[in-house]
């Protein structure tokens, strides 16, 4: 009894540089964003390698994102609530056992599952932001946030050629033992580095709440994101869609009602905070617009009359430095936010995602242009993800920090699974044939960078709305050392 209390005080008065905590925490959110990219190079191989139809292989991808938006924003009320290292700690195991199911697994089924628990990693974004704010001084809170958040777009950068290079050189069961391997040393290092969480909020944990939004967001985002295929006016895209909504309004009242809501959409509705989340759709779309366009434009053959015929990893390094911009603005956000406010950064990086797509419209016929085109992404995502969350957390109080930026990582999980569903639509519907093979037209990917360009013009226009300055009612999380 006395020496495992004193083992516990022990690692509360422990110190690690702040540094040395950020830097974990963007390791573990690169570590998170990295799985929506893990298995971009064996997607088209999916069906043969798991003998089974297309249809079916698409839950490999759905499955990830359902729980990614489904598991972020209640894992930020649990981490608001029984400490966020330990809600972090439990989601990068989940990352660690669906990635060794997914890697022993030669069926669907056990891919899809693995897939599924492997979305969790997502929450520990927010949770990493939300454990900023409670550790970092306020001079320094956001260049560190800038960093986390940019992790969002970065993993998936960068991760894309790393895992084109596994797969081009070994098995792809390989890609599932790698993740496995990732989330063990990140989990090490935050079990190590990252200090336990001394600022929680107590209180009954809203499972009907809980409940509700996940089969809400499950109807809407399956609507979404298999509409394509399941045709947009079918009885299986209206039922999922329509019931979504319903179940989501339902679950909206509710959280009104109850005295401990798992979100207090009151904060919710705060013109800032609702203005950021609806703002993020149109970003998150944008940024996943470019993932899913840009790639195929290269790879496609030149016979084609469309694409550059680069190889898979020769298309992955053409997007990556997109990623390292991303990296390498992010401490440039966290100043320049400090100097002219996160509303005008979110406002600069809507602008610099809405000219990539002008310069994809207007040029794109060269591979150079694409380049140009995927780095004003990376400087307009670096700019627009460090701001989201300094704008939320200046808005909300203290015990809704992990909640909220939970809810706007959701937001931006709308916009990608969105993305997907939307402009896979229209790829596939405008094709040709070509040696057997359809193939999208030119027409398409103008149509679709039309598309994704209106979702960035739509976050700038929303952006310009959101009050320059936080509200009078201040919500501090700690005082500042």
Request: glycine content about 12%; aromatic content about 8%; hydrophobic content about 55%.
């Amino acid at each position: 009894m006395g020496s495992g209390d004193a083992g516990r005080r022990k690692r509360l008065t422990r110190y690690y540089p702040q540094w040395a905590v950020v830097a974990v925490l963007a390791l573990g959110g690169l570590c998170a964003s990295f799985m929506f990219t893990l298995v971009v190079p064996i997607q088209a191989q999916l069906p043969e390698l798991l003998d089974a139809p297309r249809e079916d292989t698409a839950w490999v991808v759905t499955a990830t994102l359902l729980t990614a938006a489904v598991a972020t924003p209640i894992s930020g009320r649990l981490g608001d609530m029984y400490g966020k290292r330990r809600i972090v700690l439990i989601l990068l195991a989940l990352l660690v056992v669906g990635s060794v199911i997914a890697a022993l697994s030669t069926s669907i089924i056990g891919i899809v599952i693995g897939r599924a628990l492997q979305g969790a990693v997502t929450g520990v974004v927010p949770l990493g932001i939300a454990i900023l704010r409670d550790i970092v001084h306020s001079d320094h809170l956001g260049t560190a946030v800038a960093l986390i958040s940019a992790t969002m777009g970065v993993g998936g950068a960068i991760g894309l050629p790393l895992s084109a290079i596994v797969t081009a050189r070994a098995d792809w069961h390989m890609l599932f033992w790698m993740s496995a391997g990732i989330g063990v040393v990140v989990f090490a290092l935050v079990l190590w580095i990252v200090p336990v969480s001394l600022l929680r909020f107590p209180g009954r944990f809203d499972f009907v709440g809980a409940l509700g939004l996940a089969a809400g967001l499950t109807g809407l985002l399956l609507a979404v994101s298999r509409g394509g295929e399941w045709g947009w006016l079918s009885a299986p895209t209206l039922g999922c869609g329509i019931g979504g909504i319903l179940v989501l309004l339902v679950w909206g009242r509710y959280q009104l009602r109850t005295r401990e809501p798992l979100l207090d959409l009151r904060v919710a509705a705060r013109t800032p905070v609702l203005l950021t989340n609806l703002a993020s759709i149109g970003m998150g779309f944008a940024l996943f617009g470019s993932n899913v366009l840009f790639p195929q434009l290269l790879e496609l053959p030149t016979g084609s009359g469309v694409g550059f015929g680069l190889s898979l990893i020769g298309a992955a390094l053409v997007v990556m430095p997109s990623g390292i911009i991303m990296m390498l603005i992010s401490p440039l956000s966290g100043w320049f936010a400090r100097t002219v406010g996160p509303r005008l950064l979110f406002t600069l990086g809507a602008l610099a995602v809405v000219l990539a797509y002008v310069v994809a419209l207007a040029l794109g016929t060269e591979v150079w242009h694409i380049v140009m085109a995927n780095m004003l992404v990376g400087v307009g995502i670096g700019l627009s993800f460090a701001a989201m969350p300094l704008l939320i957390m200046r808005s909300v109080p203290a015990d809704e920090t992990g909640a909220s930026n939970g809810l706007n990582a959701l937001f931006r999980s709308v916009g990608t699974s969105s993305a997907a569903a939307v402009l896979g639509g229209v790829l596939a519907f405008m094709s040709v044939p070509f040696e057997g093979v359809p193939v999208p037209t030119a027409a398409a990917f103008e149509l679709s960078f039309w598309i994704a360009g209106s979702a960035a013009l739509f976050a700038l226009v929303l952006t310009l709305f959101i009050p320059r300055h936080a509200s009078v009612e201040q919500h501090p999380a700690t005082p500042a050392d």
